[in-house]
Structures are given as structure tokens and as C-alpha cells.
């Protein structure tokens, strides 16, 4: 062997682990959290169909590490960490109080949420600057909530008690509170506002009798929507209209609902995780806000509730079953 064919065998073999980083550095490793149970949760699948349009095959160009807390919410920070521990490109959170524990978590790795009100909750500076590592989509759902009561109104006009299921751990939803407090003043409905903390929901969804509300109201928290299946039947069980602020829970059987579309969100959500792993900053992808609002109906749930849903109402829905 000749000094030159050394000298370019040593080169060679020194380069080797530098390409091998290279090669793998370039397929992208995401990190996923979600509060319930695996495939409970539509957006996640929204997600997955969004990177699949991108060009992304999970298991090829893409690594999806996803975890799962089951309903076991103080299991959500561990779980955090234990994708951060991967070395994960980008941690994806959905709901505000998922996004907040991944905050405190990292102030370094990139963090595509979905949150109700992102600048109230203190997740971004502002929508158009976030300025630090977080970005991705709000719901501002804030804005329409007040419909929620208008509609109920509407499909059973002798409603009076409406209890609240919402999560008071998230900041998203306390001008979401008070906006559905000042709607129900103009209505005249009283409110009665239940916690699903974990150490609180069973006794929340045992004051869901007749005696103590007319209906309820289904608030679109991240920590809610695992429990749907059992909102939905708790309803027929106990003879209650029930609007969900979620578009599936129409699907599985609830009465109505009047919401974003999660799908098609966390589909257009991927948009932001493919740019990040392009090489762009969090700080410098603008948050948008969803426009579209769509109603839902089921009238088979209706019939046996023995509601008549208004001709009127019919007409302006998005998704009518029968």
C-alpha cells in the first residue's frame, strides 16, 4: 500500500461517522403527548394524515414517538421528559395544559401546540411574534362558546340549569368561563360550572342528574375529550341534551355540538412541524387562528330524547344524522 492510498483510506474512515450523523440526523424525530388512550383522539390522526400529504413516512423519514397518559394527568410531565430524553426535533402538544407542562419543561426544543388562547395562557408573547420556542394553532374558542347556550336554548326551550364540565387548571378557558357566565345572564340560564380534575370527575359526572341540570355543555379541553364515549352514554342514560364542543362526539351519538374541526386543524398543524424541521424557529412562524365553526346534529338522539330540533337550526347545520 502506498503512502497516498493510506493517507486516503485514514481520510476516508475518519468522514465515516460524520456522514452516518449526517444520514441520521436528517430523518426528523417527533415527539407526541396526549392525555387519554392511544387512537382516542382524533387530532392525532389529523396529524399523522397531514405528514403523510407532506411526503413524511413514519418509520422512513420520520420518527413519531408518541405517549400516552391514559387519563392519568399527573403522569403527563414524566412523559414529557422521557421525549425530551429522546432528543426529539420537535415536542407537539395538544390543549393548553399539555403545552404549559411542556413550557416548563423545555425553553430550547421546538414546541408545535394547539391551544385555546396561547397569549392568554402565557404560552407565546403575541399570535404574530411568539418569540420564544413554542408555536402552532388557537382555537380561540372563547369567541363562540356563547353560542353553545344559544343553542341548547334553541333545541330545548325549558332548559334552565345548565351544568359546565371544564378543567379550571387550564388558563385557556377562564375568558371562556366568564364569556358563557355573561351569555347566560342575557339568556337567563343558570350555570352550574363542574371540575374533571382527576380527583374531582367522578363526583362532577354524578351531579349529572335531572335534579340538578336540564343539560350540559362539554367545553373543548384537551382533557375532556378521552371521556366522551361515557359523556355521550351518561347522557342518554339520564335523559339530558348535551352539547359537546368536540365534532366527533355527534358521530359517537351526542346530540350536537358546534365546533373547530380537529381534524382538519392537526392536519394543517403538520404544516408548522415540517418547516421546523426545515431549519425554521418557532419564534418566527406565526400562530393562526381557526375561522371555521361547523355544527352538528344528530337526530336520532334527538328523537329519543324527544326533541324536536327547529326547522330553522336544520337548515343552518353543517352535519345533519339520521
Known amino acids: ?65 408518541a405517549r400516552y397518559a391514559e387519563g392519568q394527568q399527573d403522569r403527563i410531565p414524566a412523559l414529557i421528559s422521557e421525549l425530551l430524553a429522546l432528543n426529539v426535533d420537535v415536542l407537539v402538544t395538544p390543549g393548553t395544559p399539555i403545552s404549559l407542562a411542556a413550557q416548563r419543561a423545555t425553553k430550547t426544543v421546538p414546541i408545535v401546540c394547539m391551544s385555546g388562547n396561547p397569549v392568554g395562557a402565557g404560552l407565546v408573547a403575541s399570535l404574530s411574534h411568539p418569540g420564544g420556542n413554542i408555536t402552532g394553532m388557537s382555537l380561540l374558542s372563547g369567541e363562540y362558546s356563547a ?33 358563557l357566565q355573561s351569555a347566560a ?26 335534579a340538578a341540570a336540564d343539560a350540559f355543555v362539554v367545553v373543548d379541553d384537551a382533557l375532556l375529550e378521552p371521556l366522551l364515549p361515557r359523556l355521550i ?4 342514560e339520564r335523559h339530558l341534551p348535551a352539547l359537546y364542543a368536540f365534532s366527533t362526539a355527534v358521530q359517537q351519538g351526542g346530540l350536537m355540538s358546534y365546533s373547530a374541526n380537529f381534524f382538519e386543524m392537526w392536519r394543517h398543524l403538520a404544516r408548522y412541524i415540517d418547516r421546523i424541521l426545515k431549519g425554521e424557529r418557532p419564534a418566527d412562524l406565526p400562530i393562526e387562528q381557526t375561522t371555521a365553526v361547523t355544527l352538528a346534529i344528530n337526530l336520532n338522539t334527538a328523537k329519543a330524547l324527544g326533541l324536536t330540533i327547529p326547522p330553522t337550526l336544520l337548515a343552518t347545520a353543517d352535519e345533519v344524522i339520521e
Open 233 to 236: 352514554a351518561l347522557a342518554a
Open 1 to 65: 500500500m502506498t503512502r497516498r492510498e493510506f493517507i486516503a483510506l485514514l481520510g476516508s474512515t475518519a468522514a465515516w461517522p460524520v456522514v452516518a450523523w449526517a444520514q441520521k440526523s436528517a430523518i426528523g424525530k417527533i415527539g407526541y403527548v396526549w392525555s387519554g388512550k392511544p387512537g382516542s383522539n382524533v387530532g392525532e390522526a389529523g396529524l399523522r394524515q397531514g405528514l403523510a400529504d407532506l411526503g413524511y413516512v413514519i418509520g422512513r423519514n420520520l420518527i413519531f414517538e
Open 185 to 210: 345572564r342575557v339568556i337567563g340560564l343558570e350555570l352550574k360550572f363542574l371540575s374533571v380534575r382527576a380527583v374531582e370527575v367522578e363526583a362532577s359526572l354524578a351531579a349529572l342528574v335531572p
Open 147 to 179: 353560542k353553545w347556550l344559544e343553542l341548547i336554548s334553541q333545541v330545548a326551550p325549558k332548559v334552565h340549569r345548565i351544568a359546565v364540565l371544564w378543567n379550571a387548571d387550564n388558563p385557556a378557558l377562564l375568558a371562556e368561563r366568564d364569556q
